[in-house]
């Protein structure tokens, strides 16, 4: 262990430093009551009542044993003046420290204050958490999210939730002054009406806690009004107190409404104890009003009820030493380049020769060391040195790559990966993706785990690396060539790799277990029931697979692929094979005999045939086919020669003699290497997609078809649906790097299977995507967008951030849409079709 170096030092804390702008999980607390809510309590033991008959001491020392003044031990050494003029009184200041204090401390980052027919409590809260945070310095800085609760004349209690803006709170206080009865008893409008008139104000509102209610009760009001409560447009969302509920509710809502209703979890807490009950988690970036809407739009992925997974594996960030003659680099060319990624999806997007493509090459190089020309390892080793940070299981790892540099703009670069070590002037460079991986390996990483000690950074070397980086990373998708794959044999050698790379299954050549002659002569007896059990091997990996894609795509095993014939010329005669020479000085050349036991091959298949010469069934052979119509004709030369005629009085004894030399001990290992080839070869994985799975398509019958005769845009898909739906299923959530997936992407099917497979992959493993296509960026609902930008000298990250937020946005339309104007013009195309009305 020890400290680390300069650049080091400085790469990490530059990954570290960099501000995160992408999207992530808070803590939420919808429906939160505070002191202004006329039956607030306070404390759980406690009622409205006994809340209100506590003095300011009692309050006061309730802090003190909450930690809520940390210097202050007397209650007449607090004075509520300066940001508390507007609260009642000096008890009411401490009640709203403690509720400030409860939710800073239980870590609660949204919070929507709903008080009982009143918004003055949203501001009191405001000013009592930042009362808190200016007071020490905490972790959490509660955001407060203007809501109100009403009490409606149906007997139903709704909640509305606004932007925080003088003209809303205006519009708030004049409907509760026309449609409210009094604090206590709530309006006579009807939830229904409350519902609409939230929504025409521009708000979010949903039934609170319906799973208390008596609604669903028989003789409570009627099935008419219930059905066009259920049934309004204003209702998209219902609260639950018990996220147990769900299904029970879910069930009862099915009489009144066929559209489906997204649900929330109510915390209606009304004391301290019970806030931290009830909470959920909202994805977004800038915690206010408006990225509540969008996560709510956006609800299947954007809402949790439970807390994310925080044993990821994922890349942290990328950091590059700035070179001259590097392309990623700073701002303008100028400084280093550095980047941080979330943990969930990540789409790098700008114009063409931005750099996008480039910061995947480099990280896959980095991470496994792999690279697939000899020009992109010259355009990598150009950067300078370069460190990725990475996070495993919470453990920090720093994995750095030595960029070796060329001291002469001319040389090979494969110089530095071990050729042409003694200069010569005329030497033959040849590239080989392995010897680099290997060099690059040995010469330049090095792993270090990061480590804390004494508020001190410490870097302590890795020493097992190849384990290492398997854990961290298996490879960069190219999405051409995944369609070059697709296209060809090399489909089945990608199948089995990714199928059974981490699964335990013998070899096929592992059916072939003999060594002997004798051993052979056994094995032949079994050889189908050895098949058969290779068969169901490789089913017990692939079957449940196909199951959880039934209507995507499925893997299809075979034994039927036509393999290489044997070389019985080696076999029979070894080295010493002469096509012309007589066999046993018979009118039977060598060629012929070759040819003879070639036709009987062809008829039996190989195990048969082999069966039939070890057994020695003569008879079989003689009928299957004639040995006399492999004979040279005798003439006078052959009979010069004192060559013999094979007849058939001769015929048997002497196919005898060709099986018995056939098979022999000095060539049984050859014929079993063969075997074991032969099994290997005729293993064929193939990967079918159904042309059926997409938008629009829900009836109609699956159509499978096999990759390798579809259309390009199809095969992108098909091999796409592959890896993300196997990577869930092997449970492999090692960060999954694709070069931009749109590439001859037929839209038709983008929606239906790649974006609803990353959208669920992503929670579980971190995706890196370059891409042009905005259908990816905004549907599969990217945690970070990385604009970049480039002088075509240089590439660098402009910006980062959330979809959610209007500059992101308006990068996402520049970039992917054409730029505003013709967005606003595609919309007006469609706007017809759609049903929508295009601000001019």
Request: charged letters at 30%; a negative charge; proline letters at 2%.
């Amino acid at each position: 262990m020890k400290k680390p170096m300069r650049d080091e030092d400085a790469a990490y804390d530059a990954i570290e430093q960099r501000k995160e702008k992408f999207g992530t999980f808070y803590k939420t607390c919808f429906h939160l009551h505070t002191p202004e809510s006329y039956d607030y309590k306070l404390m759980i033991s406690w009622d409205q009542s006994r809340y209100n008959i506590s003095s300011d001491q009692e309050v006061f020392e309730i802090c003190l044993e909450r930690n809520v003044f940390p210097y202050v031990l007397k209650i007449e050494d607090f004075e509520p003046t300066g940001p508390f003029d507007k609260y009642n009184s000096r008890k009411e200041v401490l009640s709203f420290l403690l509720l400030a204090e409860e939710l800073i401390a239980k870590d609660i980052e949204i919070v929507v204050v709903s008080d009982h027919h009143t918004i003055k409590g949203v501001p009191k809260l405001e000013i009592a958490i930042k009362y808190l945070c200016q007071m020490r310095k905490r972790n959490i800085y509660p955001e407060v999210i203007l809501g109100i609760e009403i009490s409606c004349a149906d007997k139903n209690h709704v909640v509305g939730i606004f932007e925080n803006t003088n003209k809303n709170r205006q519009v708030i206080n004049e409907w509760l002054e026309d449609n409210l009865l009094n604090l206590e008893e709530g309006s006579y409008e009807t939830s229904r009406e409350v519902l609409q008139f939230f929504s025409s104000a521009g708000g979010i509102g949903y039934i609170a806690h319906i799973d208390t209610s008596d609604i669903f009760k028989e003789k409570y009001l009627s099935g008419a009004y219930k059905q066009k409560l259920f049934s309004d447009e204003a209702l998209h969302f219902i609260g639950l107190s018990d996220y147990d509920n769900l299904s029970y509710i879910k069930s009862k809502l099915m009489k009144y409404r066929s559209t489906e209703i997204k649900f929330l979890i109510d915390n209606d807490a009304h004391d301290l104890e019970s806030i931290d009950k009830k909470c959920f988690w909202i994805k977004g970036s800038k915690r206010k009003y408006s990225m509540i809407k969008e996560a709510l739009n956006d609800y299947d992925i954007s809402i949790s009820f439970t807390e994310e997974r925080q044993n990821k594996q994922f890349i942290k960030g990328i950091y590059i030493e700035n070179c001259i003659d590097g392309f990623l680099s700073g701002t303008n060319g100028k400084g280093n380049f550095c980047l941080n990624f979330s943990n969930a999806l990540n789409c790098l997007i700008g114009g063409r020769g931005t750099g996008k493509s480039s910061v995947l090459e480099i990280l896959e190089y980095v991470l496994s060391q792999r690279c697939e020309s000899e020009r992109l390892l010259d355009f990598i080793c150009a950067h300078g040195n370069t460190w990725v940070l990475y996070d495993y299981q919470g453990d920090e790892f720093l994995i750095e790559m030595r960029m070796p540099y060329k001291t002469n703009k001319d040389e090979n670069i494969l110089r530095y990966f071990g050729q042409n070590l003694k200069d010569q002037y005329y030497f033959n460079y040849r590239f080989s993706k392995e010897d680099v991986e290997d060099f690059a390996f040995r010469q330049y990483i090095k792993i270090s785990k990061v480590i804390y000690r004494d508020g001190d950074l410490w870097l302590e070397t890795v020493l097992n690396k190849k384990e290492m980086l398997k854990k961290f990373f298996d490879t960069r998708y190219s999405v051409n060539e995944l369609v070059n794959t697709a296209s060809g044999e090399q489909i089945n050698k990608f199948l089995y790799e990714v199928l059974f790379e981490n699964k335990t299954l013998a070899k096929p050549a592992d059916v072939i277990r003999v060594r002997s002659k004798s051993g052979l002569k056994k094995m032949l007896l079994n050889v189908k029931g050895a098949l058969q059990q290779r068969q169901e091997a490789v089913n017990t990996i692939i079957d449940p697979f196909n199951a959880d894609q039934q209507g995507i795509l499925r893997i299809v095993y075979s034994q039927k692929k036509i393999p290489n014939g044997p070389d019985i010329g080696r076999w029979i005669f070894g080295m010493d094979y002469n096509e012309e020479s007589s066999f046993h000085n018979y009118n039977i050349t060598q060629e012929n005999v070759i040819g003879y036991l070639l036709s009987l091959y062809d008829k039996l298949g190989i195990f048969e045939f082999l069966d039939m010469v070890t057994y020695g069934k003569i008879d079989e052979a003689k009928r299957l086919v004639n040995l006399l119509d492999f004979r040279t004709d005798m003439n006078q030369d052959l009979i010069d020669k004192g060559i013999n005629e094979l007849n058939s009085a001769k015929t048997s004894s002497f196919i005898k003699t060709i099986f018995s030399e056939l098979i022999t001990d000095s060539n049984i290992n050859i014929i079993i290497n063969y075997l074991r080839q032969y099994v290997e070869d005729i293993e064929e994985f193939s990967l079918e997609f159904n042309l059926n799975n997409r938008e629009g398509n829900n009836e109609m019958s699956p159509l499978y078809k096999d990759v390798r005769t579809l259309s390009l845009g199809q095969k992108v898909v098909a091999m796409l649906s592959f890896i993300l739906g196997y990577s869930e299923y092997s449970k492999d959530y090692r960060p999954l790097i694709i070069d931009q997936p749109e590439d001859n992407l037929d839209n038709q099917y983008i929606y239906k299977n790649l974006v609803k497979q990353l959208r669920g992959v992503k929670e579980k493993r971190q995706v890196i995507i370059a891409t042009h296509n905005a259908t990816i960026v905004t549907n599969a609902k990217a945690d970070q967008v990385c604009i970049m930008v480039s002088d075509n000298n240089h590439g660098w990250v402009a910006t980062t951030g959330y979809p959610g937020e209007n500059r992101i946005k308006e990068h996402i339309i520049n970039y992917l849409e054409g730029g505003k104007d013709s967005f606003l013009h595609k919309l007006s195309v469609y706007e017809e079709a759609l049903g929508i009305q295009v601000r001019k």
